[in-house]
């Protein structure tokens, strides 16, 4: 039992020590550090947001009814809807359904946000092409 305490002991030392290590403002473990999206939605500079039920991804993509399995601290997946400028008219009214993956945090003063997306639909062949299914969110 002591062996696994210390095991334990040192495991969280080490993910404190790898946290400071890599520029994060805060010492301790990943997950004490806040994660965010960058969200367009409603703002052109965009705002600090934490499980939106709509993410602009692009000036092209937004995911909408978001419903968020999991949230940080290194990734976040969500299922919504998918729609954009590159598959109107199709979705204007019937939005794909997809799987949305969060990644890549990137530290700013203090917090991590979310700066790259991959999203998974099934996209009709003629729109694959134009489908903007992944790519890099904006930071502060």
């Known amino acids: 039992m002591r062996l696994a305490t210390t095991v334990t002991k040192l495991a969280v030392a080490v993910l404190g020590a790898g946290v400071s290590g890599c520029g994060a403002s805060q010492a301790g473990p990943v997950a004490e550090t806040p ?3 960058l969200n367009l939605q409603g703002s ?24 968020w399995h999991s ?4 990734r976040a997946v969500g299922v919504g809807r998918l729609s954009g400028t590159w598959c109107l008219p199709a979705c204007e009214n ?11 945090v990137t530290p700013v003063r203090g917090k991590g946000y979310f700066s790259r997306y991959a999203v998974a639909a099934e996209v009709p ?15 502060p």
């Open 35 to 37: 994660v965010y999206v």
């Open 44 to 67: 052109e500079q965009g705002r600090p947001d934490q499980r939106p039920a709509i993410l602009v991804l692009s000036e092209f993509t937004t995911i909408s009814e978001v419903t």
């Open 71 to 74: 949230w940080g601290p290194t």
């Open 94 to 104: 019937a939005p794909y359904e997809a799987k949305v993956t969060l990644s890549n």
């Open 125 to 139: 062949p003629r729109q694959r092409p134009a489908a903007d299914l992944s790519g890099m969110l904006p930071t």
